[in-house]
């Protein structure tokens, strides 16, 4: 038996911050505890940032509250400066993923700061959470190439980890914010920075170009076993036009079971899921093709 | 610089085989010339069988002919049986793909008869061509399984190749006819095929669970340089439900040149091809990311 994976859904988090509709705080608690209940460990919850920012997430405490009586289930948040860190632990998030952008351009746009100035938010992160329980990863953003500034330096984002893992950090995330990434590309970089840090890494893709699952193999040959994945394919990043398209966790957990590697979640189950979520969103229009198409007869579920 | 990949356009068989709107032979003769003016120097573009059954066809001899008229084309016609392939060999093919099925099933699906006798009848097809320059290759259709039988064996796959070449194939596409193959799957059976047969070997894959791409990836991690694709994912199996979607042409390109491999097609012009053709088929709903997102600003064509 091939190693497990594990899927991290952020659907509830990268997927409602490109939706318009604000779902009631109600509606996410029980999205979060179908999901846990169809064997997902790890989901993004919701996201740490002002109200006025992005309307979506003013529930974030509460959703984190709920998310912490789910049995089996440990709760992410997201932050983007120190505020939204501050604000997550004192939520009592389990886990929190702080982000911070390899493209200079991108990060401005994000954050209106150098990515060296988010890099010593991120010490300043780690320096409040102090001895706290709370696992503390770091997302990388446009990774892979960024829509407003073109091409980002590898060796640059090789470095952010290396600062970002002598800074504090469990886990990095390599993200292609922007459906940039090709499977040559990804393979590369993750076993160039797999080379230099000793912490898990995990990869976030788009499927905005058509090669989400694509690089999922290719980052899997690299020998990541964390990937990120949003219900229906819901979502993208708000300030990366066209950007469009998180790949679609039922998809990403077809692929992976299909390929040998358990990830513990019951996949017809994560089907009828993603007909209640198009339920709870008549206006979005869902990707991912196994919706539509459902497993092959010939699929065999590796729980 | 990396070896090139050939792409060879099947939207015009394959894709136009699912269409009930039978296109005009001028409009069918337009998109050949456009689009081997952006590059393609092999495209399938017709069909010799019954018109009586596939209606779309019944102009197969008149749109080889102006094929054979189009610069710097090599066209393919498609048969699978002995008839489809005098009438397509009388017609000037210089390119002949003959079907069989894997699955015994598909394969009495298909034309009624035991894959045993589509080999003979393959003998028989070679026989006919005599010396004539028609390269005549074979599609093992449902390779990696089979909506009606199920699994597929392997090694039945390996033998279907080996006897093929032994009766005078000169290339044998895999052909994951419903869309039930995985890139680790793909990986393993193309190279086993490959230590066994010395001809070239080519993929033909359906994006019906969305790992289209992904097993372009693993065929050319396992060697293989031929791929089959249809303009805007046009396409599918008429004798297996739900087997909708041919990996989208321009997705193909943009995802093997992005990873360093030449193709010789000028994306740019394919996307606006794509615009043609919806306007030819205003019924038909295409797929393919590309088309939608456009490449990304750092896309470099390797042409």
């Known amino acids: 038996m091939a190693e497990s994976v594990s899927i991290q859904e952020v659907g509830l988090r990268d997927g409602l911050q490109m939706v318009k509709h604000t779902l009631p705080t109600v509606t996410k608690t029980e999205w979060i505890a179908a999901q846990a209940a169809v064997g997902f460990r790890a989901i993004e919850v919701t996201s740490f940032v002002p109200p006025a920012l992005l309307p979506q997430f003013a529930d974030a405490a509460e959703v984190m509250a709920a998310a912490n009586k789910t049995p089996n289930l440990t709760a992410a948040a997201l932050a983007l400066n120190l505020k939204g860190a501050v604000n997550a632990l004192a939520a009592g998030s389990p886990k929190l993923t702080f982000v911070l952008s390899a493209s200079e351009a991108h990060n401005h746009s994000n954050v209106r700061c150098d990515t060296d100035v988010s890099l010593g938010v991120f010490s300043d992160v780690i320096a409040h959470a102090g001895d706290t329980d709370t696992q503390i990863g770091v997302a990388i953003a446009t990774s892979f190439g960024c829509s407003l500034q073109g ?153």
Not at 216 to 232: E, I, P, Q
Request: net charge negative; aromatic share 6%; proline share 5%.
């Open 151 to 303: 091409d980002v330096s590898e060796d640059r984002v090789v470095e952010l980890a290396q600062l970002l893992e002598q800074a504090g950090a469990r886990k990095i995330t390599l993200a292609d914010t922007v459906g940039y990434a090709n499977p040559a590309q990804v393979k590369r970089l993750f076993n160039r920075v797999a080379q230099m840090v000793k912490i898990p890494l995990a990869a976030h893709f788009h499927d905005t170009r058509g090669m989400g699952l694509a690089n999922v193999v290719a980052a899997l040959d690299a020998g990541v076993r964390s990937f990120d994945a949003s219900l229906g394919g819901l979502g993208g990043c708000p300030f990366a036009p066209g950007a469009s398209g998180n790949i679609a966790t039922e998809d990403c957990v077809y692929l992976i079971e299909s390929m040998g590697f358990p990830t513990g979640i019951d996949l017809d189950g994560l089907l009828d899921l993603r007909h209640q979520l198009a339920d709870w969103l008549p206006d979005e229009t869902l990707s991912g093709r196994l919706g539509v198409a459902g497993p092959a007869r010939t699929f065999q579920s590796l729980n």
